[in-house]
């Protein structure tokens, strides 16, 4: 049994699901990590998947940071995407513009994106490249798109179809040589999934005429608060309020709340914070604000009742959040959602061989499939107990024509069973290895035999399976 909290209703808001990266430059974690909140409390935090990755890209640079999480509320379907970016052991470029000043001026314009249905299981990353249309026509000049999050909006579309805005920093230039002296600028777009067919490019979102990057918003009572990280000017983290409805056009006036929010994290530097994440309690008139403390410290939480004041650091010794989680994004789960990645993050199986099955030969895939066991017994990450959890098998070891007996395995359907590493030609990890493969490091994996017998013949079929109404015989 599991030993999850007492029953409530599933449609309920219980608990808060935070995406992250590492800045590990050893351990090379530009992954895409997961932490769940310790039952419906927002300043406490368990990392799923043993502290591992739960997902990997080998697309594009083969390193992803600054990812965000969120949802199309008309189709269900979630979606993280993130900076397409590998700051350790990547291309750091050369000459006299190196690393930060490269990476801005000529790295990825594409921004790396999963999808899932449950949040447990991811698909696997594809990309998108914010400079070009629908068509794949080229719309603007940028460096390199980092830093994406969105905003769902109801009636975005002139029909009443709703789209999520997002919004990205990105150098924006004159020409394709990226000549001339530029600045980072938060840009805006607008999709449905995050993908090429349904994206389209809007323009300047934030223009201070200064580096502006990391914007994060949220939304209450027809208030629309933006926070930004001003690195040109002094402000650091600031916030920003508007009440007009269609926050993202041209001309809405914004009016700023507070600066240099969290630099009381950086010994009083405001340029210390950055990578800010903000997002509403359940259970009060209460808002939470992370900010990242560069380059490698991480989160630390600010909080408020009024957002019109602005933020104070929270300093309550019980806050609880695992080293180096850093600039991400935090979604407000259901109950139902929350216990069921509860339920997927496991950390062992109650046993390993699921046992024996036999089967005709001649029988179909799918018959040897609907045979195998359909879930396997596991035990639960933070003595949560055990669960039941779907198998996927592979069975392509078993020669289903040929009597005999086969060993099959089978992947377990936990937080560990997403394609979360790779390796390249002669397993080699750097980020340019040719053949890139992605693999499953944490899976659960269980095995069975499946014995072939010889197909029965006609005459004795009546034997063993007689007709309705004759007595049964050997």
């Known amino acids: 049994m599991t030993t999850f909290e007492a029953p409530a209703d599933p449609r309920d808001p219980y608990g808060y699901l935070m995406v992250h990266f590492i800045e590990d430059a050893t351990g090379y974690a530009e992954k895409i990590f997961l932490d769940i909140s310790r039952g419906d409390d927002p300043e406490k935090w368990d990392p799923l998947n043993g502290g591992m990755p ?26 993280i995407v993130a900076t397409d970016l590998r700051v350790f052991g990547g291309d750091g470029g050369s000459g006299d513009c190196t690393e930060w000043c490269h990476w801005t001026r000529n790295g990825s314009t594409d921004l790396v994106v999963w999808e899932s249905d449950d949040l447990v299981n991811w698909g696997e990353p594809r990309t998108f490249d914010t400079a070009l ?62 993908s090429q067919a349904t994206y389209s490019y809007g323009g300047e979102f934030v223009d201070t005429g200064a580096d ?8 209450h009572e027809g208030t629309t608060y933006r926070v930004t990280k001003d690195n040109g000017l002094g402000k650091g983290i600031y ?53 990242d403390v560069i380059p490698s410290i991480g989160y630390r939480p600010m909080v408020t009742t009024d957002l019109d004041s602005g933020w104070s650091p929270l300093t309550d010794p019980s806050f609880s959040m695992a080293p180096h989680t850093k600039h991400g994004g935090i979604v407000s789960l259901t109950r139902a959602e929350y216990d069921r990645v509860r339920a997927a993050d ?10 024996a099955v036999e089967i005709e030969a001649g029988s179909s895939a799918g018959d040897l499939a609907a045979a195998l066991p359909q879930q396997a017994e596991v035990s639960l990450a933070y003595g949560r107990g055990t669960a039941s959890l779907p198998v996927t098998w592979d069975t392509a070891s078993a020669d289903l024509p040929m009597p005999g007996t086969y060993p099959v395995t089978g992947t377990v359907q936990t937080l560990g069973a997403n394609l979360n590493s790779w390796t390249g030609a002669g397993g080699s990890t750097a980020w340019n290895a040719p053949d890139r493969v992605l693999s499953r ?21 009546s034997t063993i399976f007689p007709t309705p109404g004759t007595a049964f015989r050997r």
Request: glycine share 10%.
């Open 54 to 79: 739960i997902l990997a890209s080998q697309r594009g640079t083969t390193g992803v940071r600054d990812p965000f999480l969120t949802r199309n509320p008309e189709t269900g379907r979630y979606y």
């Open 133 to 194: 249309n629908g068509d794949g026509v080229k719309v603007a000049d940028l460096g390199m798109a980092w830093a994406p999050e969105a905003l769902w909006v109801d009636d975005y579309y002139p029909d009443g179809r709703g789209a999520l805005v997002m919004y990205w920093s990105s150098n924006v230039y004159r020409d394709a040589e990226h000549t001339g002296e530029c600045y980072s600028r938060v840009l805006w777009g607008a999709t449905t999934d995050f």
């Open 212 to 219: 502006a990057i990391d914007t994060t918003m949220i939304r």
């Open 239 to 291: 916030m920003e309020s508007t009440d007009a409805a269609r926050w993202w056009e041209p001309g809405t006036v914004w009016t700023t709340l507070q600066t240099r929010i969290g630099a009381e994290w950086s010994g009083g530097d405001p340029g210390g914070v950055e990578g800010p994440a903000v997002f509403r309690s359940h259970s009060e008139d209460r808002w939470y604000l992370y900010v």
């Open 346 to 355: 496991a950390v062992s199986l109650v046993t390993a061989d699921l046992g």
């Open 441 to 461: 490091s944490t899976a659960l994996t269980v095995t069975a035999q499946v014995t072939v017998s010889p197909r029965a013949s006609a005459s004795s079929a």
